[in-house]
């Protein structure tokens, strides 16, 4: 794993960080080495200007003191106003007792006065909506500058817990948090500057942290040989229904698409369906029992166009055969009254309606409701969304923002399901199977230009995978 893509995933876990590293190094030193940070983002990014910093009484407070007083000897204009004193002796009061310029009220008044309001009032510990004044002042800033997380929104799962203002740029320190990505609060956090504050990285990683944003570095995808022949780039096969053909023929392309060796319909009664589609896909229609002695076809999707009725006499076949599966569309909506019956397969990828119908509605903490449903179902849950999460039952995490909102169109989920196939018949472990599906699926979309319709994508996952294998070297 590339510890660059590394994420801290809770408040929890950041203060067990801050105490490991006191031991290491003073934690007046690491807040000196943040507020530094700030201050030269604020002065990269912006003119010189009036600049109020609002300051709460922990060590987020302590970093903004720090800040104010870095920009105060470069020259800049610079008052501070506190929510309430640090706690004596704490790193925060030291860095308080440092800063000799002017201290005005907190209000909303001062807030309008200033060109830059830089917000050092809590960071990414607030789990509860921050108070109607502290709101009113917020939205009256001018150019918003947030330390650590803007405040109002939660570091851990990126709600929205306030009618807060979106801030021009956030600073945060040694890695990025979960709610600077998820939505519906990590777009609020403007541009965002992970800054390195002298953290030993041995502190980091002793913390067992698993959780990264998706990036290709994380995952690895194979690349083409000179002795590549169609079974070693993969085979997928796909169960497919009578009454929706298109959304399986949408699988299809795009495992096809994305650099399957082969593609496999099975069809059944069904068959003639399918047999004046794309001439390079095989449509089968042998009873499943018979195909499945075909070693070579390890992995199957199945749900995509499905009924209820074709799910039941297809999935349990295929699990019971001790096949990779991969189950989606229809498949879910089969479990959803008992999501045990998925129990066996190796991935789903469910958008939110369908994992709420499975599992219950996720709530706030989409992270953690993905986690416990990867570990009751054991299979990696991808969590489809403008942000999207790969959960393994094992406890490791991804967050996927490399995407596309002309992703929403009928059909994309199909094609990313293909993806996923492909990545898997290439011999790519699960959980990154699908980390590295979601995000070749994302940059098709991206390439795809603004208003395509799923089909269009297939003409941009040969690219996105070319690039996916080369930043991933």
Same mark, same amino acid.
């Given at each position: ?194 800054? =390195?504050?002298?953290?030993? !990285?041995? *502190?980091? @990683?002793?913390?067992?942290? +698993?959780? &990264?944003?998706?990036? /290709? #570095? $994380? ?64 449509? =089968?229609?042998?009873?499943? !029992?018979? *195909?499945? @002695?075909?070693?070579?076809? +390890?992995? &199957?999707?199945?749900? /995509? #166009? $499905? ?64 986690? =416990? ?101």
């Amino acid at each position: 794993m590339n510890d660059q893509h590394l994420l801290l995933p809770n408040p929890d876990e950041c203060h067990a960080l801050d105490i490991q590293a006191s031991k290491a190094m003073p934690i007046s030193q690491l807040m000196a080495n943040a507020g530094w940070a700030v201050a030269r983002a604020v002065r990269r990014r912006f003119r010189p200007g009036r600049v109020l910093v609002l300051c709460g009484p922990g060590n987020n407070g302590g970093d903004g003191y720090v800040a104010a007083r870095v920009l105060a000897e470069a020259g800049w204009p610079v008052a501070v106003a506190a929510l309430g004193p640090p706690q004596e002796g704490s790193a925060a009061a030291m860095a308080a007792n440092r800063w000799f310029g002017p201290m005005v009220p907190f209000s909303v008044d001062e807030v309008k006065r200033a060109d830059i309001v830089i917000d050092a009032i809590f960071g990414a510990g607030l789990s509860r909506a921050p108070g109607a004044q502290i709101v009113d002042m917020l939205r009256a800033a001018r150019h918003l500058v947030a330390i650590d997380m803007p405040t109002g929104i939660s570091g851990g799962t990126g709600a929205v817990l306030a009618d807060v203002p979106s801030a021009a740029l956030t600073v945060t320190f040694v890695r990025r948090k979960p709610g600077h990505i998820l939505t519906p609060g990590g777009p609020m956090c403007g541009d965002v500057i992970c800054a =390195d504050i002298g953290m030993p !990285e041995a *502190l980091v @990683k002793e913390q067992g942290i +698993r959780t &990264w944003h998706n990036e /290709p #570095g $994380l995952w690895h995808v194979p690349d083409m040989a000179a002795f590549s022949h169609k079974y070693s780039r993969g085979a997928v096969s796909l169960c497919a229904g009578g009454a929706m053909p298109g959304a399986a023929r949408l699988a299809a392309a795009g495992a096809r698409a994305s650099g399957a060796g082969l593609v496999r319909i099975s069809a059944g009664n069904n068959a003639a369906a399918y047999k004046l589609g794309a001439p390079g896909l095989i449509v =089968d229609d042998a009873p499943l !029992e018979t *195909l499945l @002695k075909d070693d070579r076809r +390890r992995v &199957w999707i199945c749900g /995509p #166009g $499905l009924t209820a009725d074709e799910v039941a006499a297809s999935l349990p076949v295929l699990i019971a055969a001790d096949r990779t599966v991969l189950a989606d569309a229809g498949a879910l909506g089969w479990a959803s009254e008992n999501p045990d019956r998925l129990r066996g397969v190796a991935a789903i990828t469910p958008h939110i309606g369908e994992f709420s119908r499975l599992f219950g509605k996720p709530g706030d903490d989409r992270l953690k409701a993905a986690r =416990d449903a990867a570990r009751q179902i054991n299979a990696v849950v991808v969590m489809k969304g403008a942000d999207t999460i790969i959960a393994s039952p094992d406890g490791r995490a991804a967050i996927n923002d490399h995407a596309s909102p002309a992703l929403a169109t009928a059909g994309s989920g199909d094609t990313l399901a293909g993806i996923i196939g492909t990545m898997l018949a290439a011999g790519m472990p699960v959980w990154e199977a699908c980390c590295a599906g979601v995000w070749i699926h994302g940059e098709a979309g991206l390439r795809a230009g603004d208003w395509p319709i799923a089909e269009d994508l297939d003409r941009f996952l040969g690219a996105a995978r070319d690039k996916a294998v080369r930043l991933g070297l």
